[in-house]
Structure formats: structure tokens, C-alpha cells
């Protein structure tokens, strides 16, 4: 079903549309969100208060945007909200309990290769990845997250974070230069 038909019967208030939508864009939107917090529990909450709030809200979309990006833009301002609540609440930088060796995401994410000691290298990148993503400032990690890990076209990205196109480049430019500050020390050390 194409989105403009999908947005119609959403606009109807279809249950079944409803659940099509969540199914179609829920590992986006949450990835999305986890690059943001960094917080597992925190993007699950969040992935449903942006389904919650395109329901509500989808009789007022206007089509300016696609879809997706509409619900992109939603993901990341309840991301950013959340930040501000956050800071406000305990006046210090969040960093996630997710991290801890044990049980980091990374150990989590089902790898194609059959050698066990390949799968705990693999998981050992992936959290020295998301330990340089926490480094990145958020304005910048939000932008590097949304077109590296989402794919999104740099208009795209103007259009989710309601920033200039210049902007976002320069953004991914600084994102992309500090993890490679961040992470090509780790890289010389395994060699």
C-alpha cells in the first residue's frame, strides 16, 4: 500500500492502517530514537508516544513532507524533549545504564558470522561505536545518526531537524571528523 493511501484510511480513523503503519515504520523510529538517547528503554517509550501522537495528529497532515519524514520529524523533537526533561530533572549529562559490558546492545545484535570469537569481536566494535556516538555533542550526533544509520538525503534531514541544508552538512562534517578523532586511536591499539 503506498503512503498516500495508507495516510487516507489512517485519516479514517482504520485500524488495520494503524497497524501497517507501526509495522512498517517501528525499527526506523526506534533506531532513530536510540541513536538520540542512547537509552533502550527510553526509545521504546518514546517509539510509542510517536505512534500515539501520529494517530492523534494524522487527520491534520497536511502532506507537505513525506510520511516518513513527518514521522522522523516527530521522533526527533520527542527525543529532544526528552533530553530537555532530562537535564531539567537531574542537571547532569545522561549516560545510559545500557552500556555495561554484560549487557551492552551490541551483544544483542544477531551477527551472520559462526565463529564465536567473531561475534564477540563484531560486539566489542559495536560498543566502541555507540561509546563514540555518546561523545558526539547532540546536535550533531542526531544528524550523523540520521543519515548514516537511516539514510536519510541531507534535505531530507533539514527538513526532520527544521535546520538549513548547510548546516546539516557541516554537522555531518564535524560527526564524521570527531569519530574518526575518536575512534582511529582504538584502531591503532588492535593492530
Not at 479514517?12 to 538520540?36: M, T
Not at 542512547?38 to 510517536?50: G, M
Not at 555495561?100 to 561505536?129: F, M, W, Y
Amino acid at each position: 500500500m503506498h503512503d498516500e493511501e495508507l495516510i487516507l484510511r489512517l485519516q479514517r480513523g482504520d485500524e488495520w492502517a494503524f497497524q501497517l503503519l507501526v509495522r512498517r515504520f517501528q525499527k526506523k523510529i526506534f533506531s532513530v530514537a536510540y541513536g538520540i538517547t542512547l537509552d533502550r528503554e527510553e526509545s521504546q517509550d518514546i517509539v510509542q508516544e510517536v505512534f500515539l501522537q501520529a494517530y492523534r495528529n494524522i487527520v491534520g497532515f497536511r502532506g507537505d513532507s513525506s510520511l516518513a519524514t513527518w514521522l522522523h520529524r516527530i521522533t526527533v523533537n520527542r527525543c529532544l524533549n526528552w533530553k530537555r526533561r532530562w537535564a531539567r530533572r537531574f542537571k547532569w549529562m545522561h549516560v545510559s545504564t545500557d552500556s555495561k559490558d554484560d549487557d551492552a546492545p551490541a551483544a544483542e545484535i544477531e551477527s551472520p558470522l559462526p565463529n564465536p570469537e567473531d561475534r564477540v569481536a563484531d560486539a566489542q566494535t559495536r560498543q566502541q561505536i555507540d561509546k563514540a556516538l555518546k561523545m558526539l555533542p547532540e546536535q550533531i550526533r542526531t544528524v550523523f545518526v540520521l543519515r548514516e544509520l537511516e539514510g536519510l538525503s541531507y534535505e531530507e534531514i533539514a527538513d526532520v531537524t527544521e535546520i538549513k541544508l548547510g548546516t546539516v552538512r557541516s554537522r555531518l562534517f564535524h560527526a564524521r571528523k570527531r569519530l574518526k578523532e575518536i575512534l582511529q586511536p582504538r584502531v591503532k591499539e588492535e593492530l
